[in-house]
């Protein structure tokens, strides 16, 4: 059995830093927008999002490793994060606290 | 996927199997203190507890800021009487001072001098914090517990006949055994996996998930514990005397309005003065819920002033998963079922670790030095395997044969739990795989097998005794004990057997060594 | 909990497992037709829906629910070791255990209306 090429290599220790590292950002922001945006109390509402998370967590590492590419891997988890995180930051410059 | 479940629970393998035996022993932590502290074993339950605290509590704390009754039950039949002791003569603040307090037998007042020891609680904490500490213990856990999640799901993906194979166990087979084994401890409670990983996760969620609260509170940082988990307010000292109400009948209110069910504590903040409030908890008994659930009392006129449990749907979906996880809402019966799970988990683990060594034992050719990487995962494999449960059965041991009067006594009983844990893996190191695994086994089950005969030698509630007349739960530890050495027993004999190494058809066998990530079987 | 619902579920169980040809054939020493495997199954399912009806009925629904699952884990466990080393066995309890569940309740009945 020959041993794993470079490239395979690259390419595992991407899908695992995109669900690793990847998937917990893409977690934290999800889970800031819900404890906003869910139409709860807030306590309740963070609670929920909290409950959540290790489900989001699970299904980000699932896909990372399930996906056809690495690239395709890290769209789909850096994209979304990126776009919530841009939206959470928004806020801070629109609340008065 | 299968290639994401073996990396996903071969790392956190030895961690997880940690966490799993003290997690099934934490299901019987009370009985395992109470065992532990043999002092307390002619305690009985008796119904009177609450007067006998009473008098207690007035002789020895009589301006005392606070006093707590914790009540017997089946499972801790002691009366623990607690109080804020005075720091200076005459003030004794809730905010500053020392608790103090005494532990009693109901049924004849005495006052008891268990020995010192952490018992139960030792492998209730060590299940979340490994001994590591409040930060590094409880990270390394919940890394696991998320590598653990990973690996049910994935492993659930990749095995594609998952209900086919579901009743399929076929021993004697070597390798083949190993994976069905694995297939069938994992499948056959899958239900219990899943829930006890996700509500373990659940126990620390604020710890590994802090984004939401952090979010949605962070102009107002305090806010979310108020908000979330409300406390019942602390009563207020006005200075004015008056005396204390009778206990009694507000334990007979609580128990109406809690239809039956009994309280556990009872809490009395400044008894003697006009502000005194009289706090009761309800036993987890029968409740799924961990949120406490709390009965409060005007400590003069005896009037119920309010009802605290959980509120939101939120807070009650949380208590109740958490409370999942803790299974102290159970019946004797069903907390069995738990700790079988608990034990099918366990099996799970191991099994899985194992299968990473056993599909490479056969790339050796007869009398090859194995490599480098397969020795140490064997010794770490042997080492936590066999080496966890004697670590355990060494800790009751210390406990039994522990001077009394020794000082730092359950220190002293928790380095003879870690001593014992890493002098395996030196044993597994100094000998051959294929016999260090039943000797290894052999020398748990003695252990175990050994504990009621120390027990009975040390003290005088020996199974002889205790079958006759109780107390049941140092019968049921014996008893429990000896079915554990048979469990290692049969582990011993299972792993000294001789496997049959035979040529097994195409698509019998495993592939050796890791699928890699891009076959797509 | 009781002996009943913990017999009802081994007894599912067993159906469950008896209309797979594998175990049919440890079992029946043959395989099964199309008919009797559709009857154990429904069987099967039946049997274990009731045992969850009866436990929540006593328990209530929330802590009943996780009282049905614990004795679908044991009973599955019971059933795979059954399966593996004695399987005639595993097949002669599925009967038994619910009949003697059944007797002893109506026996536990009997005492309590003939009691004072």
């Known amino acids: 059995m020959a041993s794993p090429s470079t490239s395979y290599r690259l390419a595992v220790a991407s899908r695992a830093l995109a669900a690793l590292a990847g998937g917990y950002l893409l977690t934290a922001s999800m889970i800031g927008a819900l404890a906003l945006f869910l139409p709860m109390e807030r306590a309740a509402a963070a609670l929920t999002a909290t409950m959540l998370s290790f489900a989001i967590y699970a299904c980000s590492v699932l896909w990372a490793f399930a996906a056809r590419s690495a690239w395709l891997a890290w769209a789909v988890i850096a994209l979304p994060a990126l776009a919530l995180e841009a939206l959470l930051w928004s806020r801070s410059l629109l609340v008065i606290p | 996927m299968a290639w994401l479940h073996a990396w996903a629970g071969w790392p956190a393998g030895w961690i997880l199997y940690a966490v799993f035996i003290s997690g099934t022993l934490s299901y019987f932590r009370p009985e395992i203190s109470h065992w532990m502290r043999p002092e307390l074993a002619t305690a009985r339950e008796h119904p009177d507890s609450v007067a006998m605290a009473m008098r207690i509590l007035q002789e020895r704390a009589p301006d005392s800021s606070r006093w707590v009754i914790n009540l017997p039950n089946e499972r801790e039949p002691t009366l623990r009487v607690g109080w804020m002791a005075a720091t200076e003569p005459g003030k004794a603040d809730r905010l500053i001072g020392r608790f103090d307090g005494v532990v009693l037998d109901p049924s004849t007042g005495k006052e008891l001098q268990p020995r010192q020891t952490r018992g139960g609680d030792f492998f209730q904490r060590f299940h979340y914090e490994l001994g590591l500490g409040q930060v590094w213990g409880r990270w390394l856990v919940g890394v696991c517990a998320m590598a653990m999640l990973i690996a049910i799901l994935s492993g659930v993906i990749a095995h594609k006949q998952l209900f086919r194979n579901f009743f399929t166990f076929r021993p004697g087979k070597g390798q083949r055994s190993w994976l069905d084994a694995h297939h069938a401890v994992g499948v056959l409670a899958l239900p219990y996996h899943l829930l006890i990983t996700y509500t373990g996760l659940i126990t620390m969620m604020f710890m590994y998930m802090p984004a939401a609260v952090e979010t949605a509170y962070r102009y107002d940082p305090g806010g979310f514990l108020i908000e979330a988990f409300p406390n019942p307010p602390h009563a207020q000292a006005t200075g004015r005397s008056a005396r204390l109400t009778a206990i009694e009948p507000l334990l007979q209110q609580a128990e109406r309005q809690w239809n039956g069910a009994a309280p556990a504590t009872i809490v009395i903040e400044y008894p003697g003065d006009a502000g005194a409030r009289v706090q009761m908890q309800r036993s987890a008994h029968g409740k799924l819920t961990h949120t406490g659930q709390f009965i409060i009392f005007d400590g003069v006129s005896g009037e119920m002033l309010s009802i605290w449990g959980e509120e939101s749907g939120a807070m009650q979906a949380h208590g109740v998963l958490y409370g999942l996880h803790m299974a102290r809402f159970s019946s004797a019966s069903l907390r069995w079922m738990f700790a079988l799970c608990g034990v099918l988990g366990t099996v799970m683990v191991a099994t899985g670790l194992v299968l990473w060594s056993v599909k490479r034992m056969p790339q050796r050719a007869e009398g090859e030095r194995a490599m480098l990487s397969q020795r140490v995962v064997e010794i770490l494999n042997n080492g936590t395997i066999t080496g966890l449960p004697i670590a355990v059965a060494v800790y009751f041991w210390a406990n039994r044969l522990l001077p009394v009067t020794l000082a730092e006594r359950p220190a002293w009983e928790v380095r003879c739990f870690f001593a014992a844990w890493a002098l395996m893996y030196v044993a597994a190191l100094l000998q051959n795989a294929r016999t260090a695994w039943p000797r290894h086994f052999f020398a748990g089950a003695l252990l175990f097998a050994l504990l009621p005969l120390v027990n009975g030698l040390t003290t005088s509630a020996h199974l002889g005794i205790t079958l006759m007349q109780g107390p049941a739960i140092y019968a049921g530890f014996d008893l429990s004990m000896l079915g554990i050495a048979a469990l290692l027993a049969i582990a011993a004999w299972n792993t000294s057997r001789e496997r049959p190494e035979r040529k097994e058809a195409a698509g019998d066998t495993l592939p050796s060594g890791t699928p890699m990530l891009e076959e797509r079987s | ?116």
Do not use: K
Request: charged residues 10%.
């Open chain 3, 1 to 116: 909990m009781s002996f009943l619902t913990f017999a009802l579920a081994y007894a599912g169980l067993a159906a469950l497992s008896l209309a797979m040809n594998r175990h049919a054939r440890e079992v029946f020493q043959r395989e099964l037709a199309d008919g009797p495997r559709l009857a154990l199954r429904s069987a099967g399912g039946c049997l274990l829906v009731v045992s969850l009806i009866l436990t929540a009925a006593s328990s209530g629904w929330p802590v009943g629910t996780v009282e049905w699952f614990g004795m679908l884990t044991a009973s599955a466990v019971a059933c795979v070791l059954l399966l593996t080393y004695y399987p005639r066995a595993a097949g002669v309890l599925a009967a038994v255990l619910p009949a003697l569940a059944v007797v002893v309740l109506i026996h536990d009945r009997y005492m309590a209306w003939s009691s004072p």
